[in-house]
């Protein structure tokens, strides 16, 4: 990759400009919580997407998540078709930890085995209630987008404030999903509940 001098972005599209800041703040998750992305829009879901790629950085999963060294990590998605084809496009020829990275795409009415981030879309506090009880107990990253999902039991939860996307973590829950998130992640997070939310 060129190090080289580049372009002013006022020399681009308007367009062009604004998918250039938003893509390249959602690949410096560390360097601000808050990324402009207007709620219910493509751009916001290129933001989740980036940001649940990121999130896996950042997270120590026990040995006994993998079945061997080369297992790769998994990332589920449920009820959010286009954040998953977003993270498929994201993940080509990428690795997380030494590992490959692979997203399966499953319906509501399954049960999301085998993975190790969890995505579940959607504001229907049931359902996510539901899917993450569903899920249990494997050891894994929930991460949902419901109003109260951290109350249903999720990790780490998406919500927009001001047309951006910020997010709260439980470390509650990070416990009882044996799943360890770096300090560095935690800084970035707009609420970090070490209890009940």
């Known amino acids: 990759m060129s190090h080289g001098a580049s372009a002013p972005t006022s020399s681009l599209p308007r367009q062009g400009r604004r998918r250039l800041v938003?893509?390249?703040?959602?690949a410096s998750l560390l360097g601000s919580a808050v990324l402009?992305?207007?709620?219910?829009?493509?751009p916001e879901r290129k933001v989740k997407a980036a940001f649940l790629y990121?999130?896996?950085g950042y997270t120590e999963f026990p040995a006994t998540a993998f079945a061997d060294?080369?297992?790769p990590v998994v990332i589920g998605v449920v009820d959010a078709e286009g954040v998953a084809a977003e993270l498929s496009r994201i993940v080509v020829g990428r690795t997380v930890q030494g590992r490959p990275i692979a997203v399966k795409a499953f319906r509501e009415q399954e049960a999301p085995a085998g993975v190790h981030l969890l995505f579940v879309g959607g504001s229907d506090s049931a359902r996510v209630r539901?899917?993450?009880?569903?899920?249990?107990p494997a050891p894994m990253l929930v991460v949902t987008e419901a109003e109260n999902g951290l109350r249903q039991g999720s990790v780490i939860n998406f919500k927009i404030v001001d047309a951006r996307v910020r997010f709260d973590i439980s470390l509650e829950a990070a416990d009882k999903h044996s799943v360890k998130l770096s300090s560095r992640l935690l800084t970035v997070a707009s609420h970090v509940h070490k209890g009940t939310p």
Do not use: D, E
Request: a positive charge; glycine letters at 4%.
């Open 130 to 136: 539901s899917v993450i009880k569903a899920a249990q």
């Open 54 to 56: 990121k999130f896996l």
């Open 36 to 42: 402009a992305a207007p709620a219910g829009t493509a």
């Open 22 to 26: 938003l893509l390249a703040a959602a």
């Open 69 to 71: 060294a080369a297992a």
